[in-house]
């Protein structure tokens, strides 16, 4: 009887199936049909650089998240550093499918309720007031919902029926007010410099109306809005600001209660979609010998394949069918399902593509070369285009100028900053505020997109560069680096291995704080929020003059040596032991690799080393001991066994504690420690080996996966890394092709797309934009690598190759590169040099 019951049921819900799927809240806690997903503040505004175009209201369009910011705004295109509203509650009522969302502004007293509720197969959002909007924000206060551009530039869309295009590039009317009626900005800075106006620009909108159709020419994105009460009116927010979405917003109205405006957003939905699958694959190509698993990551409701094909291109062009294999379910990750081909039998040199189903790839190779180059567009060009205060030159191109040849005033006391900065209450230092801190302007890498010294990053990355020297000693010179003539020419070899002129470059800048400032900055930073978001030549983020306060704004003074333009850079200076620390340690190894090259700068760098190591340890002395890594680097350096023992008391604790957070920089004290040191170690490894093997079960790709803010690239080298090192010392315990699977997820097999996560580098496909300094571009610095595979929550995986601008999926750090190169050259030391 029960089983006649359920199939009636199902013939029942068959009979229904024409009917449109409707859009459910499903058990992630997002609304949901075939093709469209709703997400209603799955993210949150985080703060953290306030502008993550990752949060509010989402919607994820066949596989894309198309739009986001779906919140009360107070402006019509909120750029990054405009307030942006707290989440006060988040009620989830999945039995009348509605989702509410508390919003609310400190700084106004402000709070609104945005109720989001399936009707159909689309959705409602009706924002409620239960105290009137507060004077100051009649006019300011709206609701936005902000879509991709590159999704729907060049495509239609129709205003309450007049038809449009969405334009390639901004091209919009503007006007200006005076800047007394601008809403406030993050903690009072503006983003923008008035140019002594007095008055902001504001974008009017390119249409407005009650109903818009967005891009009916493309069923992918197709949206319709209608609103109740108010307008929609569309505006391009790349007016203001280059990574501005288009914004789609509704005025709330001044004085009332109640519900104040209601949209009704249709998503098209095409009927029985399915995403293509994504073939995952190293786009560098394979050794011969090496193993090779395609990893396929398929559609829920995709029916999986059983077999896959590799098929070879004869030198004539004809194709042909060399392998067939058997496809596995490896099981369900997040929202997609994945299978695994395995091809490792294929192993002849030459040019192949994987056929599953109708889909194939682009083409790869097999070949025992196909690694020797992996690191080359990092080391000859994305490294010396981020020399600081130095003309880079390329062939024909200029990189950019000389920057900030005005050098770099102190930093005021009790300064609140931006960028995660700030200057305490005092100075530190024997310079007042604002005042000139001669010789900074020298050496230092750009920090990543930005073009700030962070300290930091630069003692990190000097300590790599010397690690590569010491471990590897690369003689590539590709790269001429004249400090004299303050010029860096690419691909001309001067005689000198460019990774010590690298090395050199960092310490000029880490040596001169030192020395001027007598510990480290803690950033040599943009004094002004309005050049910090600069795109284009660093040489023109400052005039190149020195700030002089008796001059008029935009006055320059009649030797044309100063200016009454307030751009000048900050050294932030307030002291930070543990930085001085490490400063010490990275010192003492850049002294090391100098000598014989600079010897000047070796001999400085060592009295800086021992200077700041005294104080800095006498300090530290007093308030505990310092990291495990500076104890070790300390004793490699200073070869004290005070040194030593501290760090053998925190490395067993720690490694109990997490092995495979603490085994790199265990591995990297072997060659300094005894026997005992080595056999003691050994567990350790065996557990490490068995972190790496439960990663195959942990998710489909065997490499440990981030899912914070900043995509895991970083740790997916590093873990690489710590493969190679831990291969080399312990070969009986740890297999080195597990370092396969880093290389396989940096150059194409990792969820979304199967592009190569870094530019220029792999064969037919790597990214195409990056968050580079050329991002307003959209185009790449070659060799950065991308953060990568930025996870959304609940279940959700993205990285945008036609939209540079987010920082967590796009950016490259001189840190995380650096890292990078590491790990290349670890990797081409295992697996090559036999
Ligand atoms: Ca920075
Ligand atoms: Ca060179
Ligand atoms: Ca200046």
């Given amino acids: 009887m029960q089983k006649y019951f359920a199939i009636l049921l199902l013939v029942l819900l068959g009979a229904c199936s024409t009917e449109p799927e409707p859009l459910k809240i ?7 049909r075939q093709g469209v997903n709703v997400l209603v503040y799955n993210n949150l505004f985080s703060g953290g650089f306030n502008d993550e175009k990752n949060s509010g209201l989402e919607i994820i369009h ?39 969302v508390g919003l609310r502004y400190d700084d106004y007293d402000f709070d609104a309720r945005l109720v989001v509720t399936g009707e159909g197969e689309a959705f409602r959002v009706e924002v409620w007031l239960d105290k009137p909007l507060p004077k100051e924000l009649e006019g300011d206060a709206g609701f936005n919902l902000e879509f991709l551009p590159s999704q729907y530039w060049h495509k239609a869309y129709l205003m309450d029926g007049r038809h449009n295009r969405f334009p390639r590039y901004a091209v919009s009317e503007t006007i200006t007010h005076p800047n007394s009626e601008k809403v406030k900005q993050y903690k009072g800075y503006k983003t ?45 927010g790349r007016m203001l600001a280059q990574n501005g979405w288009f914004v789609v917003r509704s005025l709330l109205p001044a004085e009332k209660t109640g519900k104040v405006l209601t949209w009704h957003v249709e998503p098209h939905a095409i009927k029985d979609w399915i995403r293509e699958p994504n073939i995952g694959f190293s786009q560098v190509g394979y050794l011969p010998d090496q193993p090779k698993v395609a990893v396929i990551e398929l559609d829920k409701r995709d029916e999986p394949l059983s077999r896959a094909s590799v098929y070879t291109i004869a030198e004539d062009g004809s194709e042909k069918e060399v392998f067939k294999g058997k496809v596995e379910s490896w099981g369900d990750y997040f929202k997609y399902h994945y299978v695994k081909f ?23 190779l097999i070949e025992t070369t196909v690694y020797d180059h992996i690191t080359d567009a990092t080391n000859d060009v994305w490294i010396p285009i981020h020399m600081n205060h130095m003309f880079v030159s390329d062939a024909y191109r200029v990189w950019h100028g000389e920057p900030f040849r005005e050098g ?17 209450p005092t100075t530190d230092t024997k310079y007042k505020g604002l005042e000139l801190i001669p010789g900074l302007n020298v050496g230092g890498y750009f920090d990543a997109g930005d073009f700030d010294i962070e300290t930091g990053a630069n003692i990190g990355v000097v300590h790599n560069f010397v690690s590569i020297w010491e471990r590897f000693r690369p003689q590539r010179d590709k790269t ?39 510990h480290m900055a803690q950033t040599l930073s943009n004094s002004v929020l309005d050049n910090y978001h600069h795109l284009g030549d660093a040489a023109s983020i400052t005039d190149g003059r020195h700030y002089d306060p008796r001059l008029g704004p935009y006055e320059v003074s009649a030797d044309g040596k100063s200016s009454g333009v307030k751009d000048d850079m900050w050294a932030f200076t307030s002291r930070n032991l ?86 790199q920089t265990a591995l990297e004290a072997v060659p300094y420690m005894d026997d005992k040191y080595k056999e003691q170690l050994r567990p350790y490894v065996e557990k490490y080996s068995e972190y790496v093997e439960n990663l195959e079960q942990e998710n489909p790709y065997g490499v440990p996966i981030s899912l914070g803010n900043w995509a895991g690239s970083g740790n997916v080298t590093s873990f690489g890394t710590t493969i190679c090192f831990a291969a080399e010392y312990f070969p009986d315990i740890i297999d080195k092709r597990h370092a396969f699977k880093a290389t396989d997820w940096i150059f194409g097999c990792h969820p979304y797309h199967n592009y190569s996560l870094v530019a220029a580098v792999g064969a037919a496909r790597p990214k195409e934009v990056f968050y580079g300094n050329n991002r307003a571009d959209f185009s790449f610095i070659p060799g950065n690598m991308a953060p990568g595979l930025l996870f959304r929550h609940p279940d959700h995986f993205e990285n945008y190759d036609d939209w540079p601008f987010l920082w967590g999926q796009n950016e490259g750090t001189i840190a995380g590169n650096t890292g990078y190169l590491i790990f290349g050259s670890a990797f081409k030391d295992v697996m090559l040099s036999e």
Wanted: some cysteine; glycine content about 8%; hydrophobic content about 30%.
């Fill in 26 to 32: 499903n058990d992630k806690e997002y609304f949901e």
């Fill in 62 to 100: 066949h596989g894309v998240r198309t739009a986001q910011g779906g919140a009360i705004r107070l402006s019509n295109t909120p750029e990054q550093w405009d307030l942006v509203p707290k989440t006060t509650n988040r009620e989830v009522d999945a039995e009348n499918n509605t989702i509410e």
């Fill in 192 to 236: 923008y410099d008035d140019r002594g106006t007095g008055c902001f620009i504001d974008p009017l909108p390119l249409e407005q109306g009650r109903t818009l159709l967005m891009a009916p020419d493309d069923e992918q994105r197709t949206v319709k809005i209608t609103s109740d009460e108010a307008d929609l009116m569309l505006y391009d």
């Fill in 342 to 364: 395995d091809f490792s039998e294929v192993t002849e040199p030459g040019i192949y593509y994987i056929r599953y189903g109708e889909h194939r790839t682009n083409n790869f």
């Fill in 408 to 424: 770099y005033l102190q930093a005021p006391p009790s300064t609140d900053h931006f960028d995660l900065h700030g200057q305490g």
């Fill in 480 to 518: 001429f680096v004249n400090h004299k003539q303050r010029y860096v020419e690419l691909h001309r070899p001067d005689g000198v291995p460019d990774i010590l002129q690298f090395i050199e470059h960092g310490t000029l800048n880490l040596v001169a704080q030192a020395e001027q400032i007598g």
């Fill in 578 to 663: 543990g930085l001085d620390l490490r400063a010490a340690t990275t010192f003492a190894a850049a002294s090391r690799a100098l000598k014989g090259y600079n010897d000047d700068l070796s001999n400085r760098a060592l009295y800086q080393s021992k200077r700041l190591l005294k104080e800095a340890s006498n300090l530290i002395n007093q308030q505990g001991r310092g990291s495990m890594g500076t104890n070790l680097q300390l004793f490699i350096a200073t070869g004290e066994h005070q040194y030593k023992d501290k760090f053998l008391k925190d490395i067993w604790p720690s490694l109990d504690r997490n092995v495979s957070f603490t085994m």
